[in-house]
């Protein structure tokens, strides 16, 4: 999986902008947002791809004509998808339900391959490689490099780097998480910066539920009035709708969703 995105991110400029994204769509390849002046610039390539399941793959974002490129996406997606699948069936253990109760309510969950590509930058403090967010489906597997730090957790007002440990996967808790949860498994607010003499590649594997299923806090997870719930139930393609038009501001998305007390 390293050596394909490797392998992409090494195509000429030309080669990669026959799969270029479109200004509404979530595929292909293109660059993160800029998001307003004042900000640091994101300094960072991209190529996100739907995954699964099989049928929502558009194979026109795909680069079929790079060796092997497809056979590694495909297999690290159904693996990484069942990483996936294992969390949510322990989630739901601690959540206080059966084993497929995540499961039942989130249906089969789809899945969305963002890999990203820093290039090394001389002035790393004037870029950020991905601007602060959380991510807003349900789980995250990222997979990063080995030996170059990137990713940085915002833990009581400090970014914490998450140090890679080799052949180990990330784990984000998604705002739907957060959501169904009544606000007990946070989603994380993370950023990537950019190193100042190695590229870095990374890819981040989002799991998400079908546009149309309505998130909310779950039966389990709220025990009114001692634990009444936090947050107001939504649509998930409206509470996504949200993210992707406000663009990138920390954990400004679920605030939205909260119910405030
Ligand atoms: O490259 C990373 O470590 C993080 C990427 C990320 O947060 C994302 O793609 O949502
Ligand atoms: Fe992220």
Same mark, same amino acid.
Request: some cysteine; aromatic content about 8%; hydrophobic content about 40%.
């Given at each position: 999986?390293?050596?394909?995105? @490797? *392998?992409?991110?090494? %195509? /000429? %400029?030309?080669?990669?902008?026959?799969?270029?994204?479109?200004?509404?769509?979530?595929?292909?390849?293109?660059? @993160?947002?800029?998001?307003?002046?004042?900000?640091?610039?994101?300094?960072?390539?991209?190529?996100?791809?739907?995954? %699964?399941?099989?049928? &929502?793959?558009?194979?026109?974002?795909? /680069?079929?004509?790079?060796?092997?490129?497809?056979?590694?996406?495909?297999?690290? !997606?159904?693996? $990484? &998808?069942?990483?996936?699948?294992?969390?949510? *069936?322990?989630?739901?253990?601690?959540?206080?339900?059966?084993?497929?109760?995540?499961?039942?309510?989130?249906?089969?969950?789809?899945?969305?391959?963002?890999?990203?590509?820093?290039?090394?930058?001389? !002035?790393?403090?004037?870029? $950020?490689?991905?601007? /602060?967010?959380?991510?807003?489906?349900?789980?995250?597997?990222?997979? &990063?490099?080995? #030996?170059?730090?990137? %990713?940085?957790?915002?833990?009581?007002?400090?970014?914490?780097?998450?140090?890679?440990?080799?052949?180990?996967? $990330?784990?984000?808790?998604?705002? @739907?998480?957060?959501?169904?949860?009544?606000?007990?498994?946070?989603?994380?607010?993370?950023?990537?910066?950019?190193?100042?003499?190695? *590229?870095?590649? !990374?890819?981040?594997?989002?799991?998400?539920? #079908?546009?149309?299923?309505?998130?909310?806090?779950?039966?389990?997870?709220?025990?009114?009035?001692?634990?009444? /719930?936090?947050?107001?139930?939504?649509?998930?393609?409206?509470?996504?709708?949200?993210?992707?038009?406000?663009?990138?501001?920390?954990?400004?998305?679920?605030?939205?969703?909260?119910? &405030?007390?």
């Amino acid at each position: 999986m390293k050596a394909a995105m @490797a *392998a992409f991110f090494e %195509l /000429p %400029l030309m080669e990669k902008k026959k799969f270029a994204m479109g200004a509404n769509d979530l595929e292909g390849y293109g660059q @993160a947002y800029v998001v307003s002046e004042e900000q640091k610039l994101d300094w960072c390539d991209l190529v996100a791809l739907k995954t %699964l399941p099989l049928e &929502q793959r558009n194979l026109n974002f795909w /680069p079929l004509n790079l060796p092997g490129f497809k056979e590694a996406v495909e297999e690290y !997606s159904i693996e $990484v &998808q069942k990483v996936a699948e294992e969390i949510n *069936a322990n989630l739901s253990i601690l959540m206080g339900m059966e084993r497929d109760g995540l499961k039942r309510y989130q249906g089969e969950l789809k899945q969305l391959m963002r890999m990203n590509y820093y290039p090394p930058c001389s !002035s790393p403090d004037l870029v $950020v490689g991905v601007s /602060p967010h959380s991510d807003g489906g349900s789980l995250t597997v990222l997979l &990063q490099d080995d #030996d170059i730090i990137g %990713l940085q957790i915002k833990h009581k007002g400090e970014w914490i780097p998450v140090k890679p440990i080799p052949n180990a996967l $990330v784990v984000n808790i998604g705002d @739907a998480i957060e959501i169904m949860s009544n606000g007990v498994y946070k989603s994380i607010e993370h950023r990537a910066i950019t190193n100042e003499k190695k *590229a870095r590649i !990374s890819a981040a594997a989002f799991a998400y539920v #079908d546009d149309e299923l309505e998130i909310g806090p779950l039966d389990s997870m709220v025990d009114d009035p001692h634990r009444p /719930p936090m947050y107001k139930k939504i649509k998930y393609i409206y509470y996504i709708r949200q993210v992707l038009a406000r663009k990138m501001d920390g954990k400004a998305h679920t605030d939205l969703v909260k119910i &405030q007390t």
